[in-house]
Nanobody
Framework: HVQLVESGGGSVQTGGSLRLSCEIS????????LAWFRQAPGKEREGLAF???????PYYEDSVKGRFTISRDVKTIMYLQTNSLKPEDAAMYYC????????????????????????WGQGTQVTVS
């Protein structure tokens, strides 16, 4: 059974930074999609960035490109470094995994469809004032 646990959220001023962590337990293979999403009150869940465990570059949506960095330290920990935070970045941040999707392009297609991801963490709150 795969479990994901986020941490690292908090309250920062505009322009500040936070490093979010996602600890993954259970199965991780070499053809999975690992991603960060966020959801602000009254808005839909938004995919931000992903890593494909089988290789290839990280992918970022335009809203965070150049400010956020997704990375994977060891096999079971994923990070989202958030820099130059803006008030519109305030949201609950979630990590998610889609199992055995096969290739990078499939991960890219999945980022716009949160319902197709297999496992989620409980979220970590980011507040920007």
């Amino acid at each position: 059974h795969v479990q994901l646990v986020e941490s690292g959220g908090g309250s920062v001023q505009t322009g500040g930074s936070l490093r979010l962590s996602c600890e993954i337990s259970g199965y991780i293979g070499n053809s999975d999609c690992l991603a960060w999403f966020r959801q602000a009150p009254g808005k839909e869940r938004e995919g931000l960035a992903f890593i494909f465990t089988g290789g290839g570059p990280p992918y970022y949506e335009d809203s965070v490109k150049g400010r956020f960095t997704i990375s994977r330290d060891v096999k079971t920990i994923m990070y989202l470094q958030t820099n130059s935070l803006k008030p519109e970045d305030a949201a609950m941040y979630y990590c998610a995994i889609a199992i055995a999707r096969g290739n990078w392009l499939r991960c890219r297609g999945l980022l716009a469809d949160p319902a197709r991801w297999d496992y989620w963490g409980q979220g970590t709150q980011v507040t920007v004032s």
